[in-house]
């Protein structure tokens, strides 16, 4: 059973920094592809980035590149969202996800996330 643990949510100025980890545990083959959504009220649930099992390809929603980085933090199966020059809009509850694939090179494609996390409640002030 994967198990999906976030913290480093919180409240933060705009133009400010925020760190989003994500422990997973009970992935198959010892990791899982992992990613970011977010969902703010109202609205539809937001792809924001993926990540390989391997650490070594990225993918980004289109509204934070540049801005964000997600990365493998030591372990295969943390991952962290490293958001820099955080914007108003950015406030979201933002819900880490893990996909179980064999392959360690591949990026898991947005509808392919089968596991979620609680999620973690970012609201960024004007």
């Known amino acids: 059973q994967v198990q999906l643990v976030e913290s480093g949510g919180g409240l933060v100025q705009a133009g400010g920094s925020l760190r989003l980890s994500c422990a997973a545990s009970?992935?198959?083959?010892?990791?899982?592809?992992m990613g970011w959504f977010r969902q703010a009220p109202g609205k539809e649930r937001e792809f924001v980035a993926g990540?390989?099992?391997?650490?070594?390809?990225?993918s980004y929603g289109d509204s934070v590149k540049g801005r964000f980085t997600i990365s493998r933090d030591g372990a295969a199966n943390t991952v962290s969202l490293q958001m820099n020059n955080l914007k108003p809009e950015d406030t979201a509850v933002y819900y880490c996800?893990?996909?179980?694939?064999?392959?360690?090179?591949?990026?898991?494609?947005?509808?392919?996330?089968?596991?979620w996390g609680q999620g973690t409640r970012v609201a960024v002030s004007s």
């Open positions: 996800a893990a996909d179980q694939t064999r392959t360690t090179d591949y990026v898991p494609g947005v509808e392919e996330y089968d596991y």
């Open positions: 009970g992935c198959t083959f010892g990791s899982c592809g």
């Open positions: 990540i390989s099992r391997n650490g070594r390809r990225a």
